[in-house]
């Protein structure tokens, strides 16, 4: 049996730190910078990492709101989303994860999306 995407990423201190870039490179976007204008870093950050390592198989609890409840009322357009799947990509490569891994993690992203655009 192969080990979980958690632990093919590194576990949590890895993917703290792919949350971490992600962020950084959302707030430097200008095609959706203005989204995070009013946010706190650290909760964003903290909230992200907590979602990936639930989501990649880790024991981490996700204590924030379910995709739909959390993206409702935004308007996320189709270019922000592409926009915010290619940010994470970005930070993908800036930690030099593997193909296969960044397959997956994109899998994960577009299955997320009727449920953060345009809801």
Known sequence: ?????????????????????????????????TRYANSD???VIQKVTEFMCAGFGGT??????NMLAAHT???ISETEFNTVV???LA????????QREKDEIL??????RPEIVHV
């Open 1 to 33: 049996m192969s080990d979980s995407l958690y632990d093919r990423l590194g576990g949590h201190d890895s993917i703290a730190a792919v949350a971490r870039t992600v962020f950084e490179n959302h707030v430097k976007n200008p095609l959706i910078k």
């Open 41 to 43: 870093p650290e909760q």
């Open 60 to 65: 981490e609890q996700y204590t924030g709101e």
């Open 73 to 75: 009322g935004m308007n």
């Open 86 to 88: 290619d940010d994470v």
């Open 91 to 98: 930070a993908l490569e800036t930690h030099n994860v593997a």
């Open 107 to 112: 899998c994960a992203l577009w299955s997320m």
